[in-house]
């Protein structure tokens, strides 16, 4: 044991070693509730001047048609949110909720419940014939709002070997004030995630995530691994997924193009039409924009090019000893510490594949490959500033279901079963040691 551990410590120790280059362009020291809105160094003029037209239509409100304001109308018919920030304050993670109801970063995405699997190949699921992708809670003046989201909790408690006691909650979700009838279809709960290393990730390429499969468990561990391959609108083939929760977005500009769509009814070249199903007609009627696309491609790449150009914050391990057993445990095993870019080695401790999770955190949707059961290894990085980034304790879990790491950690099944186990198992001084470091991500 002891010789595995310090072997363990010599490679965690090169963690410290970012290239020249990552360290002075991609890496911010910043510590305080700014930290994920650091941009890169060395833009260039011309790349300065997209980053902050992109950070004005990130941030400035969108307002409904028609609007004197023509370079921000198009607002709607249907939306939840009318500016990216709504969702992602400072480029950070979502709040559960506002100060009076749920939150607008707490959104239900919508499917049908029995897809027809040819149907899926570009969109990746069936949205539901009445109410979308998305549910919109907001909406134009004489359209009707789709519905809002009530929120209760189902309480459990875990007990570890040793006899301590965690409790646990399990959101459970239902649809009120339905504008447009009956809710028959799959609703998942999605908790809008911080933006941060996007464009690093988006540096990596296929080739580098599909070497990390492990399709048919190779090493006999339990865990298997398998990339999301979509289709890309933007890149008209397919390709592997490495954004959202399940890993069903190619690219940054294409998953900004989606938000713009689903959170604010805009349209883009790559969603040209409106967020309008075939049952609202008073969607279809409402009043249009002067343009008949919203978002040209000039912002739609601008925004873009503003969420794909932020720093990461530093890593610095705050427990050596947990640093250690997570690897030793088995967390590393998905969390994947590093990969190598053409700037550099970047440490998201994800290796962007899915794995399946088990039946509680199963969510009854399928988006392309990845089952109701799997989910995409959530990057970790910057996780040590994301209470401070939004300004009050941030929830984890693609429903933010989970109040704190412990809680997350024993979520989680399936594959990561036995992992849990063994962390469950460990001394309460040894549990205590590993979720220090995971917090200081």
Request: charge should be neutral; aromatic fraction near 8%; proline fraction near 4%.
């Amino acid at each position: 044991m002891k010789k595995i551990v310090t072997t363990l410590l010599v490679a965690i120790f090169a963690i410290g070693g970012f290239s020249k280059e990552l360290e002075s362009r991609f890496i911010t020291t910043e510590t305080s509730k700014h930290a994920y809105e650091k941009p890169v160094d060395s833009l260039s003029y011309e790349e300065e001047d997209r980053f902050v037209l992109g950070k004005s239509f990130f941030r400035i409100p969108w307002v409904e048609p028609p609007s004197a304001t023509t370079a921000r109308d198009g607002l709607g018919p249907l939306f939840s949110a009318n500016t990216c920030t709504s969702c992602h304050p400072r480029n950070g993670a979502g709040q559960l909720f506002s100060a009076t109801d749920v939150s607008r970063s707490l959104v239900a995405r919508l499917s049908e419940k029995n897809p027809i699997r040819s149907l899926e190949q570009e969109e990746g699921f069936i949205p539901h014939r009445v109410y979308g992708a998305q549910l919109s809670i907001n909406s134009v003046p004489g359209v009707l709002p789709e519905g809002q989201i009530a929120l209760d909790f189902e309480k459990r408690v875990t007990t570890y070997p040793d006899g301590s006691i965690k409790e646990l909650v399990k959101p459970k979700a239902k649809l009120t004030d339905l504008g447009y009838g009956k809710f028959d279809g799959v609703l998942s709960l999605r908790l809008s995630p911080p933006l941060i290393g996007l464009g690093l990730l988006e540096k990596l390429t296929d080739e580098q995530i599909l070497k990390n499969q492990d399709v048919n468990d190779r090493d006999k561990d339990g865990i298997f691994g398998v990339a999301n391959i979509v289709y890309s609108k933007e890149l008209h083939k397919k390709a592997v997924g490495r954004y959202t929760y399940k890993a069903s977005v190619a690219t940054v500009r294409e998953q900004v193009a989606v938000a713009m769509h689903n959170d604010m009814g805009l349209t883009t070249s790559l969603y040209p039409q409106e967020n309008c199903t075939a049952e609202q007609t008073s969607c279809q009627n409402a009043p249009k924009a002067v343009d008949a696309i919203d978002v040209v491609d000039l912002r739609l790449d601008a925004v873009s090019f503003y969420v794909q150009n932020h720093k990461i914050p530093q890593f610095r391990s705050a427990s050596k000893k947990g640093e250690a057993l997570f690897s030793e445990i088995g967390c590393a095993k998905c969390h994947t510490r590093s990969f190598e870019t053409e700037h550099g080695t970047i440490y998201p401790f994800s290796d962007l594949l899915l794995h399946d999770m088990g039946e509680e955190l199963a969510d009854g949707r399928r988006e392309f490959d990845a089952s109701k059961k799997m989910w995409r290894t959530t990057p970790l990085w910057g996780l040590s500033l994301r209470s401070k980034v939004l300004g009050e304790s941030a929830r984890l879990l693609h429903d933010g279901r989970a109040r704190d790491v412990e809680e997350a950690i024993l979520w989680h099944g399936g594959e990561a079963q036995e992992v849990k186990k063994r962390f469950q198992a460990l001394s309460k001084e040894l549990r205590k040691e590993l979720i220090v470091f995971v917090e200081g991500l």
